[in-house]
């Protein structure tokens, strides 16, 4: 195995939109989008407008999102609903290195750059760092 | 809606590891990693390893990675299934804005700070984001 290339070790994320939610802190929000019902709205940047073509053609969207109130430094968790610490790699923690929010969120309707989903857990003004379409093909595997 | 804030609008990810696979190129690797069957090894980070504690205890996880060799300036893609032009967020396309691989992929084993896994389509030295445990409750919708 090749060794590791410090040059590459960090890159830059951009926003391409933000996320409007009913959830204004962390204990406001569902420990899980799954768990939710509210109607949430990803909010596109313009420039990024021309990359929503056809997203309403799927039912169920990935999102992807920046958890910006997150603490990158913990490398270790206790999830609320079995109070035994794990690595953070072994939770869904918010709290981890790369705090990369993910959600799989029932697609509602779209209006212009605004979409509308159910099923997403981020507090209010997360930024959204991507979407991309669900698929039961892919992305199921049975326990 | 509150507008969007400019000062917020990119993070920086920082690789937590390297993804070591048989693909050496973008026309090696499987369309989808749920198509390969190759023993692919996540190489963690030594100052990360603290939070690998307990993820042999979960079956499947969710491998976040960055795909360094994709266009970020692509807003429109055409999947080789269908041959049709979609915004990217409406594909799986590696070209994109924020170009975050997922993959769901099975556990196969650890060896201290190298865990071994099915089901990934990284290229050989793609920098590794991110490990969360796959819960068919929280990822899975029916279509």
Chains 1, 2 share one sequence.
Not at 91 to 119: A, K, M
Request: some cysteine; charged content about 25%.
């Amino acid at each position: 195995m090749h060794p590791i290339t410090p040059a590459m070790n960090s890159f830059i994320v951009r926003a391409i939109g933000i996320i409007h939610s009913p959830y204004l802190s962390r204990d406001d929000a569902p420990r899980q989008g799954r768990f939710s019902d509210a109607l949430v709205t990803l909010e596109i940047l313009p420039e990024y407008c021309e990359g929503l073509q056809d997203v309403e053609q799927e039912p169920h969207h990935i999102v992807l999102y920046w958890l910006d109130r997150s603490d990158r430094n913990k490398l270790k968790a206790i999830p609320p609903h079995t109070g035994i610490e794990h690595g953070v790699f072994a939770t869904r923690s918010p709290d981890r290195p790369n705090p990369i929010g993910i959600c799989i969120v029932e697609f509602v309707r779209r209006e212009g750059n605004l979409l509308f989903v159910r099923g997403l857990d981020a507090i209010d003004g997360t930024p959204l760092l991507d979407i991309k379409p669900y698929s039961a093909d892919l992305d199921w595997v049975q326990q």
